[in-house]
Structure formats: C-alpha cells, structure tokens
C-alpha cells in the first residue's frame, strides 16, 4: 500500500542575498516561485508552502508558517514534516525554476520503495541535494534534535538519517543537464538565467 505523499515548497527564507522576496522576483514574466508550483504541479499531489510571508497567498495554496522561525531551511524541513501528518514529503526551494518532474516522480516511487530509509536524496556535482529530496515523517525525531542542539547544517541531518541516495548515473537518467539543481540567489542570476 502507498504511504501519503505531499510536496512542500520552502519559501519562507530572508532571501538576503536576493535583497527581496525571491518568490515573488519576476522571472520571463511570472513569479520565481510560480515556475516551482508550476513543475511539482504535474505530480498529483497535493502542495503546500512553507512560508510566512501574507504576499505569497497569491498564489492560491494551502501556507503554512514556519515553527521553528529563524533556523533556515531545517526550520522548513521541520514544519513540512510536522504539518504532513504521515507518509512522505517531497521538500523544494522556492527558487529552483527549471526542476524536472520526471526526476522528481522518480523520487518519489523510489521513497515509496525505501522502507528502511528516512530520506531519498540525489546527488550533483559532487553533492547531496538535501532541498530536492524526500524524505519521511519518520525524521523527525532524529531533525528535532538536531534543531535543539543547535546544528541547522542540512547537511549534518544527512548524515544522521538512513538515506537512499540517489547517484548522479541515475540522475542523468531524468535529467542529464542536472538542470534541477540549479537555484537563483542573486539578481545577477535571474538576470543570467535562461
């Protein structure tokens, strides 16, 4: 039996190195975060938005505000898997425009397979993609403590669950490019982008 999936898109960042809200910066004529809601879109399932900022209920999904204020994208993590209640939650940047939904789909059907595994993770040029990932409620524990002590290091979360890591060979196979990686930080990077 499938477990519940659901897709969070983390968009309640200080978007400090953008100057302003990076969801709502103008990308080839739509919002940076619409072109995110428009990819995980042809998943099926449902979306909500972790995000506390009022401008962004334009876009007409369920927000929910970060619980733990403050801490970065952990904080975001955190609150989708709270707010998720069961099952599987696939977690995204606000600011990743071009992701593949064959590579996310992907994803999700290998979670659904991972019954030992809190998180699905791919790997680009060199490095997990822990804000493209999967991951299961069952992180929880091992996220919460983490965030009490005071580590916000994504990166370290990984390395405390069980993950199924998704290799950059199967990757490719998606997305050959790893143009889903791709995330706009900067003005200089919309700027540049496509």
Same mark, same amino acid.
């Given at each position: 039996?499938?477990?519940?999936?659901?897709?969070?898109?983390?968009?309640?960042?200080?978007?400090?190195?953008?100057?302003?809200?990076?969801?709502?910066? =103008?990308?080839?004529?739509?919002?940076?975060?619409?072109?995110?809601?428009?990819?995980?879109?042809?998943?099926?399932?449902?979306?909500?938005?972790?995000?506390?900022?009022?401008?962004?209920?334009?876009?007409?999904?369920?927000?929910?505000?970060?619980?733990?204020?403050?801490?970065?994208?952990?904080?975001?993590?955190?609150?989708?898997?709270?707010?998720?209640?069961?099952?599987?939650?696939?977690?995204?940047?606000?600011?990743?425009?071009?992701? =593949?939904?064959?590579?996310?789909?992907?994803?999700?059907?290998?979670?659904?397979?991972?019954?030992?595994?809190?998180?699905?993770?791919?790997?680009?040029?060199?490095?997990?993609?822990?804000?493209?990932?999967?991951?299961?409620?069952?992180?929880?524990?091992?996220?919460?403590?983490?965030?009490?002590?005071?580590?916000?290091?994504?990166?370290?979360?990984?390395?405390?669950?069980?993950?199924?890591?998704?290799?950059?060979?199967?990757?490719?196979?998606?997305?050959?490019?790893?143009?889903?990686?791709?995330?706009?930080?900067?003005?200089?990077?919309?700027?540049?982008?496509?």
């Amino acid at each position: 039996m499938l477990e519940p999936t659901s897709v969070a898109i983390l968009a309640g960042g200080q978007s400090l190195r953008m100057g302003t809200d990076k969801a709502l910066v =103008n990308l080839a004529g739509r919002p940076l975060l619409q072109h995110v809601i428009d990819r995980v879109g042809t998943l099926g399932v449902s979306i909500r938005l972790i995000s506390h900022h009022t401008d962004h209920a334009v876009f007409g999904l369920p927000m929910v505000a970060d619980m733990r204020p403050g801490v970065g994208p952990l904080g975001g993590v955190f609150t989708a898997l709270t707010t998720a209640g069961a099952g599987w939650v696939l977690v995204v940047a606000c600011d990743m425009p071009t992701l =593949n939904a064959d590579l996310l789909a992907h994803l999700l059907a290998v979670a659904q397979d991972s019954l030992d595994h809190a998180a699905v993770v791919p790997r680009w040029g060199g490095r997990a993609q822990p804000l493209h990932a999967v991951y299961h409620v069952r992180a929880l524990p091992t996220l919460t403590a983490q965030l009490d002590s005071g580590v916000l290091a994504m990166g370290a979360l990984l390395d405390h669950l069980p993950v199924r890591c998704i290799d950059e060979t199967e990757v490719a196979r998606f997305d050959p490019a790893g143009a889903s990686f791709a995330n706009l930080n900067t003005l200089a990077d919309v700027a540049g982008w496509g």
